[in-house]
């Protein structure tokens, strides 16, 4: 078991370390197209419930929070892919997202996207770098 919690689990907000990068997950926990890490971001002096997934390779987090209105994602879980594997849907009204960017791809989102938030991935681990520093998921 890692520190943050088990894929699926929302962690407790965690220390930034003193290189800015935070743990999320090990790489391993994140299977292309797979069942997504849940997480808590500490932003604008509030913890918000936020997630990481993997798409063609790369981990992408934004925070759990639907264009729409602003409620959860996931289905179950940690479940943010379509049955596709091709796309992040929101439970509540299938608005669809564009992984790699959080750009609304169809549906109730109405062209905005996901807020991103900035993640590396190096030695087997997944990090969040620099709380506070999300922007816009979409161009
Ligand atoms: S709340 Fe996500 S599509 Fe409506």
Not at 55 to 76: F, I, K, S, T
Request: contains cysteine; hydrophobic residues 35%.
């Amino acid at each position: 078991m890692d520190d943050v919690g088990d894929v699926g689990d929302v962690g407790d907000v965690g220390d930034v370390a003193a290189s800015g990068l935070r743990r999320l997950c090990a790489s391993i926990d994140l299977a292309d197209g797979g069942v997504g890490v849940r997480f808590m971001v500490r932003r604008h002096g509030k913890d918000e419930p936020a997630f990481v997934i993997r798409h063609r390779g790369h981990p992408h987090a934004y925070l759990n929070r639907c264009a729409h209105v602003p409620m959860e994602m996931d289905w179950q879980p940690g479940e943010f892919f379509d049955s596709s594997g091709l796309y992040l849907i929101c439970a509540t009204h299938g608005a669809l997202y564009a992984p790699d960017s959080g750009r609304c791809v169809s549906g109730r989102c109405d062209r905005r996207g996901l807020v991103a938030l900035v993640v590396s991935e190096q030695d087997g681990q997944v990090f969040l770098i620099e709380e506070g520093s999300e922007r816009v998921g979409y161009e």
